[in-house]
């Protein structure tokens, strides 16, 4: 589609005519020669001689040339553009940070794959994982795996197959065999802070209590509340397990709680992939779309079209002209 960028300019148009008739002649003074072909001479020029005066005259094509030249320039001022389709660039709305504990309790093998094979509660919630992540498209996520000390695993990204494939290689104790779950909390606020998303969410998995945190989970959840940040926390095992893999329930709702997050219990697989089906729900994806309409600049097209059309009436003024043949009459 054509467009113009100042299609004000168009009202200049007749300002060359308004000039014209407006302001006075333009006047030169030059020797003059008194001649008795006088009159002869000013009708082979095409002037019209006045008392003292001589008024040139253009002709049709000069004046037609003037005209052209003065339009070209008026639609070169005007910047004409032509608009492209638009393109809509998809940003992402959320970003989304998953906590997984890589304690040794996660190496507990009371969890059953689709095929009904056991595995251990690592693989369980890698395979529930990954599922959520594919329908997450449009979120940034990014990874904290947490055991003795908390540590980014995946930086904050839209690559989902990226996330997706160093998720596949985590592994137990590689964080160490304890639960630093308040710190971990502590470190996804230091990555939110720098998060320019309108919408802020953690989700914490984890199977043991908190043994070994500088900061206490319940603390670090007000801080992450004052920062509009939501966190849902899954609990997976056995809550009537004791000493360090004792499943501190409280805490985890306390969390969830302080946050306007949700807190889920999940004893075996199913239960624990319908949990991510209830957070992806709530959790809808937000996109916010970006709507850009390239446009393709065409003012030096009338410029060149000025250019080229002004240097050939110019050039055609230096054309050798046919003299004229004086007919003259005999008389007897």
């Known amino acids: ?40 001479l000013a009708a082979l020029t095409g002037a019209s001689p006045l008392p003292g005066v001589s008024v040139g005259r253009r002709g049709l094509w000069r004046t037609t040339a003037l005209i052209l030249c003065w339009c070209l320039a008026l639609l070169a001022v005007m910047r004409p553009q032509w608009i492209e389709p638009p393109i809509h660039h998809d940003k992402p709305a959320r970003d989304l940070l998953l906590l997984v504990d890589l304690s040794g309790s996660m190496d507990t093998t009371d969890f059953t794959d689709a095929t009904g094979a056991k595995i251990n509660r690592l693989s369980a919630v ?19 795996v947490f055991g003795n000390a908390p540590f980014t695993l995946v930086p904050f990204s839209t690559d989902l197959d990226l996330v997706r494939r160093l998720l596949r290689e985590m592994e137990v104790g590689m964080a160490g065999p304890r639960t630093v779950f308040g710190d971990a909390i502590g470190l996804g606020i230091n990555l939110f802070a720098k998060s320019a998303a309108p919408a802020k969410t953690m989700i914490a998995l984890t199977d043991g209590n908190d043994t070994a945190s500088s900061v206490p989970p319940a603390e670090a959840a007000r801080v992450a509340a004052d920062r509009g940040i939501v966190i849902h926390t899954v609990a997976i095992g056995d809550p009537t397990a004791a000493g360090e893999e004792k499943l501190d329930q409280a805490a985890l709702q306390d969390v969830s709680r302080t946050t306007g997050g949700g807190y889920y219990l999940a004893l075996n ?5 319908d949990i991510y089906a209830r957070i992806d729900a709530v959790e809808a994806r937000k996109v916010e779309t970006v709507v850009f309409q390239p446009k393709v600049e065409l003012f030096w097209l009338p410029l060149a079209a000025l250019t ?20 003259a009459g005999a008389s007897s």
């Open 1 to 40: 589609m054509l467009s113009f960028a100042y299609p004000w300019v168009a009202l200049l148009l007749p300002a060359p005519l308004a000039v014209y008739l407006l302001a006075p002649p333009w006047t030169q003074n030059r020797p003059g020669l008194r001649v008795p072909f006088f009159g002869k």
């Open 126 to 144: 890698k395979q529930v994982l990954d599922d959520f992540l594919a329908r997450r498209q449009g979120d940034r996520v990014g990874i904290v």
């Open 269 to 273: 697989r199913d239960e624990l992939a």
């Open 308 to 327: 080229v059309f002004s240097m050939l009436v110019q050039g055609l003024r230096f054309l050798p002209r046919p003299r004229r043949q004086a007919v």
